[in-house]
């Protein structure tokens, strides 16, 4: 790496503040049970609170970051009352934890804040955004709603202009896999700062020498932090006084409480032989570093935290203690072991020892974090992402073994260096150690490796160029980049343009000099653009730097829905091949699909063939998305799906479903160990309820089923584009058939009518032999009287106790009825087209109903296509999720000529479909004339 500047600070002997240096009442009372400042917030106190610039801090863990966060999050608050902090964690486990902890500090009654997580698991409306004081976010789910910042108030994330302050917790992770994440933010956050100052410059407003939003950098210590520091903002290269104003790297020794690391080879070719040889020296590091005192050990799997613990178990044994790591009494632990669900962690924590790990429910996890925290146990065996999560220090901490299982590539794997020094870093407790002991175990060749850079500060080098198309293509949906010249100058406010200057050989560029870098950044762009042009994600006027770059239909669903920019193109063939199969199909079996040529509103129910065909392709495709790429298949899994494979409705793919009278299907066993068929199977397993072979498949579908509602939504945008492509009406209406079934977790062969409670199989078929159609079974009782539903549901279970809130969840319902619809022909005067247009009022009825949220998100699809080739020629969604009675007015316009065209005899129809997203059995479908009366009322 090139020489650069003094990278380490000096700790400074400072007398440490106390408290009411805040001069804040309310302030102060958060701080309560300390009464100084720790040496490095004493430190940096002045910049923090102060002053408005950004600021970068490079500490090891337990050196007081958070409370640094606090600091320049109360500097914030007490200038800018509306502004709001966005607390960026790289984990789940990490923003939950923050979470957790600031809304007990900040949203309590003397500050009242609002603080609110945003990650993959939550959802908020819009006006809880609008009044947020802080944001905790994982860096996705920033990237995602940042993108959209330029929007106005109607887009919903005006909010994004409100930010002022940006603080990213564990920075270093920029080196990593999701780095290229954290850059586009800073990149993204630093270029909006400018527009906003711009903005308000041009207002005549005054302004100071700072950036609009601050941001602020936490991470451990690192070897080149002025790369890292200028990029957030920080002036390093100035001569003032003032330069390198906000950077501190402190050196990995300044820990309050010291650690002293041990590091051990062991040899061994083979992964699970060489575990188990750690085993005994576990124990006696144990014996020797903390007896009577917590330890903990991070493993790299579930299996390994079983096997460990019960390794540690037997030597206690053989020793004639096998209780020494239980600090309570047996009867204590005998009531505590009744309360836990897994069977291993019954046994290990009857001894004292805990287990922590994904696979455990989360009343195991929080029964061993207090229990270990407390000291009733004082082992703790822990998979890996602990060290990120929950805080638990101890007195040891060991690292058994720097490897792990990667199922993405298949096989074992280092971890990154930032995750050994994070396990590191939960040695020593504050308060109750005067240093902390670690032991490192590792494979006999990497033993030097780890001596020298444990202790040796690591440069963070760029991951950009890994995701750049994904980046870019966003600025581009986004219209922050217009052209290859933008695409450069974007790059060139990246922390990869300041590392390509530092280090060119590591990123193939000639030399750091200014031209050599900026022509390298050229070549870089035009790359990536010719690779998004490719995957028709981007259109451009031509080649030359200045030329226009445009987003495609397929570039605007990579951005809005956070795909990676293969992602569109390939669900785009899915969509179009799901129409080729359903036209096919109405041709073959010479059917209209489920649709009737009736001019009254009736209910939409396609035949049962097209909907099983048409559903299990599209989420076919969804599965084989590149998002599921890296769903990791273990060791033997592939045998495992094979089987899971028989038992469910589809198997590994749509094969039986295509060709249903196909005696044997052949399938390679390779298809098992893809991770898509995997991703296909855990699907069709959530909605049949399925039993899963192991334990790692529950994690693995609550993985795959969080991803499914946003990867469905990106194809129904790019569907919902695909005007006149034959088949293409119907493809949206079973993209709604297959939300639904999503939504309720339910099959396609459960019946509509069991969405009530109360309601069973028997009365289903009361309810067949009254009404007849049992497809549309549900959408005659919520469209007949109240006083005739009361009968039939009586009908249907006469015996039923509940038979009240059967009523009141068939009228909370959403009913919905046409009051007025009519066409209109006109002609475009400028383009000449012949252009029709569709008037529409309808009528939604939904009673309230006790135990709903009255914001449960319900969406109306109203959908228009031709009669014959079932062409898209309209499309619309609204949100009938509100309680009461009220109507929708719409004007849909479409192709008069591809309708009329299109639109069989006589005149010719459309048909209009009202489609309901999250729930089955309410879809209703009507056939309009084209043809214009005197008053405009077909």
Request: hydrophobic share 35%.
């Amino acid at each position: 790496m090139p020489e650069q500047h003094l990278t380490e600070t000096d700790l400074l002997d400072l007398t440490p503040l106390p408290t009411t240096v805040l001069q804040d009442k309310r302030y102060e009372a958060l701080f309560s049970k300390i009464d100084t400042f720790n040496p490095v917030q004493t430190q940096l106190f002045h910049v923090l609170y102060h002053t408005d610039g950004p600021v970068f801090l490079g500490a090891p863990t337990g050196s007081g970051k958070t409370v640094v966060a606090e600091l320049a999050l109360l500097r914030m608050k007490k200038l800018h009352k509306n502004g709001i902090c966005v607390y960026i964690a790289p984990l789940k486990s990490l923003a939950r934890e923050r979470l957790k902890e600031w809304r007990q500090r900040f949203g309590g009654s003397s500050l009242n804040w609002n603080v609110l997580e945003l990650s993959g698991d939550t959802h908020h409306d819009q006006k809880a955004l609008q009044n947020a004081d802080v944001l905790v976010c994982t860096p996705e789910k920033w990237d995602l709603i940042s993108r959209s910042w330029r929007g106005g108030s109607n887009s919903g994330r005006a909010f994004v202009k409100r930010v002022r302050l940006l603080i990213i917790d564990e920075i270093h992770l920029l080196g990593e896999e999701r780095g290229a994440v954290l850059e586009a933010i800073v990149s993204r956050t630093r270029f909006i700062s400018k527009f906003l100052e711009q903005e308000k410059n041009s207002n005549g407003s005054d302004s100071d020498s700072h950036e609009t939003v601050r941001i602020v950098g936490l991470s451990t210590a690192i070897a080149n932090p002025h790369d890292l520091a200028n990029w957030i903002g920080i002036d390093v290269e100035g001569n003032s006084k003032s330069s390198s104003h906000g950077l501190y790297n402190f050196r990995p020794s300044i820990r309050p409480v010291p650690t002293k690391i041990h590091v051990q080879g062991y040899p061994g070719k083979h992964y699970c032989p060489r575990m188990a040889s750690m085993n005994k020296p576990c124990y006696a590091a144990i014996k020797q570093h903390a007896p009577n005192k917590p330890s903990l050990i991070f493993v790299a799997s579930r299996r390994q935290t079983r096997l460990t613990a019960f390794d540690l178990i037997s030597y206690a044994a053989g020793e004639g203690n096998p209780k020494m790591f239980l600090g309570c009494s047996e009867i204590m632990i005998e009531s505590v072991v009744e309360t836990i669900q897994d069977e291993a962690l019954r046994h290990t924590i009857s001894f004292g020892i805990g287990l922590h790990h994904a696979g455990l429910v989360s009343s195991d996890r929080e029964i061993v974090e207090r229990m270990y925290l407390s000291g009733e146990i004082r082992v703790l065996v822990a998979t890996a992402t602990l060290a990120w999560g929950v805080n638990l220090p101890a007195r040891l901490v060991i690292v058994k073994g720097t490897e792990y299982f990667d199922g993405k590539i298949s096989r074992y794997v280092d971890y990154p260096l930032t995750d050994v020094l994070q396990m590191i870093g939960r040695a020593g407790r504050p308060g109750f150690d005067t240093e902390g002991r670690a032991v490192v175990m590792v494979e006999t060749s990497k033993k030097n490796f780890y001596k020298k850079f444990l202790y040796t500060p690591f440069p963070v080098e760029s991951c950009l160029r890994e995701r750049l198309c994904e980046n870019l293509n966003a600025e581009i949906a986004n219209d922050t980049i217009t052209s290859l010249l933008d695409a450069t100058g974007y790059l060139l406010w990246t922390f990869f343009a300041r590392r390509v200057r530092a280090n060119p050989s590591y990123y193939g560029a000639s030399s750091g000099s200014d031209s050599d870098v900026e022509q390298f950044l050229l070549s870089v762009a035009k790359e990536t653009i010719g690779k998004l042009k490719q995957e028709e994600c981007i259109a451009t006027d031509g080649d030359d730097i200045d030329d226009k770059l445009r987003p495609t239909t397929l570039g605007l669903a990579s951005s809005q829905f956070y795909l990676k920019h293969t992602t569109p193109k390939q669900m785009q063939f899915g969509l179009r091949e799901a129409a080729r199969l359903i036209m096919e199909e109405r041709q073959s079996s010479k059917t209209t699909g489920g649709t009737n040529t009736s001019k009254s509103l009736h209910s939409y129910s396609p035949s049962p063939r097209i909907e099983e065909l048409s559903v299990s392709w599209l989420l076919y495709t969804l599965s084989f998305s590149h998002e599921f790429d890296e769903l990791p298949v273990r060791h033997n899994e592939d045998g495992l799906n094979e089987t899971l494979s028989e038992k469910l409705m589809w198997g590994a793919d749509t094969a039986s479903v295509q060709s249903p009278d196909s005696n044997h299907i052949y399938r390679s066993p390779d298809v098992y160990a893809d991770p898509h068929t995997k991703c296909f199977l855990l699907i069709q397993g959530h909605l049949e309820k399925a039993r899963l072979p192991i334990s790692d498949y529950v994690n693995d579908t609550r993985s795959v089923m969080d991803n499914v509602p946003r990867l469905l939504a990106a194809m129904h945008f790019i569907g919902s584009k695909d005007f006149q492509g034959e088949g293409s009406l119907e493809v949206i209406s079973q993209l709604y058939r297959t939300k639904q079934i999503i939504a309720t977790k339910t099959t396609l062969r459960m019946d509509p009518i069991l969405q009530l409670p109360g309601i069973n199989n028997s009365g289903v078929q009361k309810a067949t032999d009254e009404l007849g159609d049992e497809a549309s079974m549900l959408w005659q009782l919520r469209n007949s009287s109240r006083a005739d539903a009361e009968q039939l549901l009586k009908k249907m279970n006469p015996k039923a106790k509940g038979f009240s809130s059967t009523l009141d969840f068939l009228y909370s319902l959403p009913k919905v009825t046409i009051l007025e619809v009519s066409i209109v022909h006109n002609v475009d005067k400028v383009t000449v087209k012949s252009r029709g247009t569709l008037k529409l009022k309808i009528e939604v009825e939904r009673l309230k109903r006790k135990g709903r949220h009255p914001d449960e998100p319900i969406t109306l699809g109203i959908v228009l296509g031709s009669s014959e080739r079932r062409l898209l020629l309209a499309y619309h969604e609204a949100s009938i999720s509100r309680n009461g009675t009220w109507s929708i007015e719409k004007e849909l316009e479409f192709d008069w000529d591809a309708a009329r065209a299109d639109g069989g005899e006589g005149s010719g129809v459309v048909i209009l479909r009202l489609l309901v997203d999250s729930l089955k059995g309410l879809d209703s479908e009507i056939s309009i004339d084209l043809v214009t009366s005197s008053n405009g009322t077909s």
